[in-house]
């Protein structure tokens, strides 16, 4: 069970990653084919804000991706589960004031990760 929820943990790492590009780099450009309740007039207003967003996305990757690198079991587990419990909450955050879509981009694989981490 431990090399599934390492492979999760990859996976979330990976999605905040690909967030974190679409944020901070694609924002004009390929970001609105993604955010499609965004109209298409903000992008470009909201290029700073959406930056600033994208950064902490790639705090959250890299949380993620420290704990995939750590060899002692208690430390592993203990920061992987901090990692997965601030994707969740920020998903769920997102979920209620952005999209629901979130919920299920973000802290569903996060909580699945989250359970695969205690079985």
Sequence with gaps: MQ?????????????????????M?????KAPKVFKTIPKDLFVPTKTLA??????NGFLAAGLIWSLCISDHQW?????IFFLVCVI????????TASKKILY????PALVGLILLHL
């Design 3 to 23: 090399i599934a929820a390492q492979i999760v943990i990859g996976l979330v790492a990976l999605i905040h990653i690909y967030i974190l590009w679409l944020e």
């Design 51 to 56: 930056a600033n967003q994208g950064l902490y």
């Design 89 to 96: 909450v920020a998903g769920i955050y997102g979920a209620a």
């Design 105 to 108: 981009v973000q802290s569903i």
């Design 25 to 29: 780099f694609a924002w004009t450009t």
């Design 76 to 80: 592993k587990l203990y920061v992987a």
